[in-house]
């Protein structure tokens, strides 16, 4: 076996061969000639990717497995790590995109002529790309990386190079939710568009110059639509070189990458950028508060050792031409800490702050916490400071219809935020000004916020909305309520008997003649399984997790993406059944007519079957069943995993299926109705407490 072979574990092996973790182990004991360990542990050993494979097809055990998911395999199992075989397959495939008569040569010899050749050839392209000094050097692939490259060509051939690389990079972001910050493409567009540097808000008319000193995996910088010279730095040199070859791939633009800390070690000093955008590290003790005393960026006052995120914003300020602009994504305690109240009154004398944009929650990591956007203009000389400040609080856009949440994690209701701040945003740049909001936004003079404090959070310097709506809203609250309250104790379920004994169905107990599991099911052809992944054509309404926990309509939506991965998106259609992967939780909903069509969002499982053989009702009904659920999971330190193939269901004919799925259709009504009336309560409730704090609804 070469030195640098793939390796595969056994739940990848499994993932290949469309079986269960068990049914691998049971192939090592029963066949003797079964591939033998190559790597891992005793207890997690690891095979040869081409043994493995070999043995699968000559068994007649080797699913259908897409080309993507092969080149997958051998990035994810690279013995230098999945970021070194992302460089690698981004180096050929830069190859491949900008000198594809070139590619063809070198392919067309020997694997150790290939790497030879390449190098050269390599060197040139990443020069003529991303200038000297670029965060590639080094990195050039060898021999052992040849099959890679050549299976990373071919990948390009069927996708296009770029979206070759934004999957590879893609599923080993997803593989890896923990190591890295990413900044989502709904708000990139966003900042971008903030900026004048997207197509959506004011239009670009010339290439624009483009920073992002903390560009992380790029994303930010992706989202520029008219860049004539893209620079980024990163002080991790695996992100730095992933961002270049990413923005190398994506367009023409030139192309500047360094791999630094932008604070102490700024790769850029001469620098006059049009537009910096920048999602900074957040609360950082340790960003150079002691060596950097005398830098000449703090032209607002030396920030505090607990405000690295206004080091950031001068580090950003101090890199715009006059004129130029600056959106930076920061938590919201930077509007309002004490410690930094001097710097953010500096910025607001001397106009160089123009706006403070309150997101909802869920907007980035944390998603727990509603962070804030800046936008920074540098002050031009000669020039009046701006007298207002633009304050906007996204964080109510994204809310549903009455009593409904409009989505969970990252789902954020992007269409109304973008329309609303982008709005409000022209208005400002138009007049200085804009008409007030209550609740929503207002353009506050900039000597109203110059007290003790210099707090800048939008929430504070709001006007409130109109509790609930008003009295109007809250008495049709009411009136709903009273209807769904009505509605859910006519379908309270009837006292249950107990069934007899030769009568119970064994969906969960040991596999016996009663019993079959979803894995037989599907090899049988009465149900197809599909996972929910990332793509999705622009403007899909997408079914997320939250929504299938909550019972709500799909509130996500696919985002225009040129550079996104190329997963073929999986449509709901009535009649399918959707459970949550992660979690742990007897959740299981049916698609009906109104959610069909929907692309189904990530960590979902789709369990289409056949009418002929399975009523959905039925399914998902027994899938809910907690000693179901328990003996289908795994769990890790972090997280529980369901895994769909190990539930289990009663061998019944279709009618006696169909007479479970009426019960079950019932409960789901009846659970509906209590999930809304609590919803509805809660919305009550809290309009009657604003309204009688704030006076609109009197007590009597």
């Known amino acids: 076996m070469p030195e640098n072979a793939a390796e595969v574990t056994a739940a990848e092996i499994a993932r290949l061969a469309g079986v269960g973790r068990a049914a691998v182990s049971n192939w090592r004991r029963r066949h003797a000639d079964f591939p033998r360990p190559v790597g891992g542990t005793e207890t997690s050993p690891s095979f040869a990717l081409a043994d493995i494979e070999a043995w699968l097809r000559a068994q007649g055990k080797l699913a259908e497995v897409p080309l993507r998911e092969r080149v997958w395999q051998q990035v994810s199992g690279h013995p230098a790590g999945a970021v070194a075989a992302l460089v690698h397959a981004g180096c050929a495939l830069l190859v491949v995109r900008d000198r594809p008569t070139d590619w063809l040569e070198l392919s067309a010899v020997s694997d150790e002529r290939m790497a030879e050749l390449l190098r ?11 200038g000297p000094g670029h965060p590639l050097t080094g990195r050039e692939p060898g021999p052992a990386d040849v099959p890679l ?7 390009a051939a069927e996708l296009g190079a770029r979206q070759a690389f934004e999957f590879l990079l893609g599923r080993h972001l997803d593989a890896n939710p923990r190591q890295y910050t990413l900044t989502p493409p ?7 568009a903030l900026a004048g540097a997207a197509g959506s808000g004011t239009a670009a008319t010339a290439p624009l110059t483009v920073l992002d000193p903390a560009c992380g995996t790029g994303g930010l910088l992706r989202a520029v639509r008219h860049p004539g010279a893209l620079h980024a730095q990163d002080a991790a040199p695996e992100l730095a070189a992933l961002t270049a070859l990413r923005l190398a791939l994506h367009g023409d633009a030139d192309i500047r990458a360094a791999a630094a800390d932008s604070l102490r070690a700024d790769a850029f000093p001469h620098l006059t950028a ?8 957040f609360n950082e003790r340790n960003w150079g508060h002691d060596e950097l005393a005398y830098d000449p960026r703090w032209e607002y006052g030396f ?16 890199r715009l031409r006059e004129g130029g602009t600056a959106v930076l994504l920061m938590p919201p305690a930077a509007a309002s800490r004490r410690s930094g109240r001097r710097v953010r009154a500096d910025l607001l004398r001397r106009g160089a702050l123009r706006a403070v944009i309150a997101l909802p929650a869920g907007a980035a990591p944390p998603y727990g916490v509603p962070l804030h956007l800046w936008v920074l203009r540098k002050p031009a000389p000669g020039l009046q400071p701006a007298p207002e400040l633009l304050l906007v609080d996204a964080a109510g856009l994204a809310a549903g219809p009455a009593g409904e949440p409009s989505g969970g994690r990252d789902k954020a209701a992007w269409p109304a935020v973008h329309d609303a701040v982008l709005a409000a945003w022209a208005a400002y740049e138009k007049t200085g000004g804009v008409e007030e909001r209550p609740g929503v936004s207002r353009s506050a003079p900039v000597i109203e916020l110059l007290d003790d404090d210099v707090d800048l959070a939008p929430a504070r310097h709001l006007p409130p909305p109109a509790a609930g709506g008003g009295p109007a809203e809250l008495a049709a609250v009411r009136e709903r309520l009273d209807a769904t309250l009505q509605r859910a104790a006519r379908l309270t379920p009837a006292p249950a008997g107990p069934a007899a004994p030769e009568a119970r169905p064994r969906p969960a107990g040991p596999a016996g003649p009663a019993a079959t599991t979803l894995g037989e099911l599907a090899r049988a052809g009465a149900l197809t399984l599909r996972t929910g992944t990332a793509g999705a054509p622009p403007g899909t309404a997408v079914l997320t997790e939250a929504d299938v926990y909550a019972g709500t309509a799909p509130s996500g939506t696919a985002a225009p993406d040129p550079g996104a991965a190329a997963d073929e998106p999986v449509l709901t259609e009535p009649g399918d059944v959707v459970v949550p992967l992660l979690g742990g939780g007897s959740v299981a909903r049916v698609i009906d007519a109104a959610t069909a069509g929907a692309a189904l969002g990530r960590n979902l499982q789709l369990l289409r079957p056949d009418p002929a053989a399975l009523d959905p009702w039925f399914l998902a009904g027994f899938l809910r069943g907690t000693a179901n659920t328990r003996q289908a999971s795994s769990y890790a330190s972090t997280a529980t995993r369901l895994d769909a193939r190990r539930l289990q269901l009663p061998r019944l004919p279709l009618a006696d299926q169909r007479r479970y799925g009426e019960r079950f259709r019932a409960l789901a009504e009846f659970e509906d109705a209590l999930r809304l009336a609590g919803r509805l309560g809660e919305q009550l409730v809290q309009g009657l407490y ?11």
């Open 120 to 130: 050269p050839a390599l060197a040139q392209v990443l020069a003529a790309r991303l």
């Open 274 to 281: 049009d537009v910096v955008l920048c999602h900074p590290p």
């Open 303 to 318: 920030p505090a050792r607990t405000e690295s995120e206004l080091a950031w914003v001068q580090h950003c300020l101090a």
């Open 186 to 192: 709904g708000l990139a567009e966003l900042m971008a």
């Open 690 to 700: 604003d309204g009688l704090t704030d006076g609109s609804v009197t007590p009597g």
């Open 149 to 155: 490259l050549r299976a990373a060509a071919e990948l």
